[in-house]
């Protein structure tokens, strides 16, 4: 059946592919290093509000009025029906309120030092502000906090500091501020519904957890294959791999996409596909080298290549075309998790055939590599 097809050489430009995946890969890991990767509310912290429109919401005018806030990264994205709004920004809203209050504050030639926690005796308090050049009296004469805004409020002296303690925190309050801004802008009424804020110390420890995740996939794939093959076919896997996670991620360094945690279930999804389609052609490679024992092992590595061609194609063909439907379609939030898998497939499908087999004739293989072990004692049975 082999020699019915049209062999392609795939081995004769393994120099020229060789070259361009480590141009490609090169180029990623500069990007990466000098540009960095763009983190995502999920890993940076930031936060994330719940809107109720009373219509439907026009996101246009949403979006202009977040970025006239100067809102950090801002996203705003309909989700359930086309009056319910997600808007997602990097921003602190307790970092926003205090530059507020500052803002206020200078205004009036007083200085904000430092907001701290209210203590026991202030229980159920939201902030307490600590405020130099301005005394109780001239606050209150200037209405910088009003208890309409601001809630019930209290005063104290500490060193010679005004100390003001809130009952609504500076977030809760500049919150507030951003929805009557919409509202104003929409013409419409909003009802917030929640406001959830992750922090720093969670980004962290998630980005951690993603790393590891990504090694042991590493790990696992790497010994799958050297117990289901061999060691020279692992080594090729997981330079493929590795190859495929640079590479895409070097895309969304050069280009500072947002990563988050669609990206991160991208990118193992993509390393589950990737060593799914390299699976297929290393099994078609160890079946040829067991029947076309008189070949060279190029030649070999080519007919099981070309034998795969087919299947491979079809299959990173309908996973595109999906991947570009959901691009299209899926939103905003879904965004970062379909140019990830569309970037992966094309450079999996890509490093299948030109990275993995690559390595493995790189490294010797040959049929001695692949053939079944002679079972122990198999030559005193056949003794008379």
Known sequence: MAQELKIIDFMGVRKLTSGISIFLVVASLLSIFFNGIKGGLDFTG????????????????????????????????????????????????????????????SAAGGLLEAVERPTREYEGFGDVLVIANLTRDAIEQKGLFPTAEYGRIEFAVREGKTLVVLEKSLDSVYVKHLI?????????????????????QIGDELRDQ????????????????????????????????????????????????DFDLTVLAAILALIGYSINDTIVIYDRIRENFRVLRKMDPLEVINISITQTLGRSVMTSMTVFIVLVCLFV??????????????????????????IAANITVALGIGKEDLMPKAKEGSEVDEMP
Do not use: C, N
């Open 180 to 200: 009557e801004d919409l509202e104003q802008a929409t013409g419409a009424k909003i009802q917030l519904r929640s406001a959830e804020f992750v922090g720093p």
């Open 210 to 257: 993603g790393g590891l995740g990504l090694l042991t996939a590493f790990a696992l794939v790497f010994l799958y294959v050297a117990v289901q093959f061999q060691w020279k076919f692992s080594v090729g896997a997981i330079v493929a791999l590795i190859h495929d996670v640079t590479i895409t991620l070097g895309f969304f360094s050069f280009f500072q996409w």
């Open 329 to 354: 379609f899926g939103g905003e939030l879904l965004r970062g998790f379909s140019t990830a898998l569309i970037v992966g497939v094309i450079v999996g499908t890509y490093s299948s055939i030109y």
């Open 46 to 105: 930031g936060t994330q509000l719940e809107v109720l429109f009373d219509k439907p919401a026009d996101l246009d005018k949403v979006r202009h009025l977040l970025e006239e806030k100067k809102i950090t990264s801002p996203i705003a994205v309909l989700f359930g029906s086309d009056k319910e709004v997600m808007i997602r920004t990097q921003d602190e809203m307790k970092v926003k309120g205090r530059h507020a209050a500052e803002a206020s504050l």
